[in-house]
């Protein structure tokens, strides 16, 4: 997969295994995945937050001209702020409607009994609605990521952005 998307797109991409989670054990099987489906952006969100702050308490240790690419920045920095990129690009992902991506659990949990039944059976096929999204959209699907992406440091990281 990854050798794939590089040649395909210059982009690797890959996924992660799926956390088991037994819906039996939910006494309203629905609202239960829905809250596990939140629970893995919600995660990724946090620890973006959690990155944010300390990035703002120690802004005072970077360099100026840093900030305005005329120097290099810190190790440090750079690892944390790669850190806190993947985790918002990772929870905004994951909050795509799609099956088997956490967002559809979230969509799940608003339909009716019948309709999840329904929404739940596409999983298996979700991973190629995923690729063909990717391949064929993957300009405007960057272009939105990237927007979102600057919309969330603006108001996270107001002192760099």
Known sequence: M???TYALGGFIFGWAKPVPVNPY?????QRGMMVV???GPATNFLIAVAIAILLNLLKPLVPAQALFGLAATPIWFDVLFLAYQVNIVLGLFNLLPIPPLDG???????LSGKA???WVSFDRYGIFVILAFFFLFQRPFFAILQA????VSRVLLPAYF
């Open 2 to 4: 990854f050798v794939v």
């Open 104 to 110: 559809s659990r979230v969509v799940g949990g608003f």
């Open 25 to 29: 054990y939910f006494k309203n099987r």
């Open 116 to 118: 999840y039944a329904t």
């Open 148 to 151: 979102a992406f600057r919309a």
């Open 37 to 39: 489906g939140l629970a």
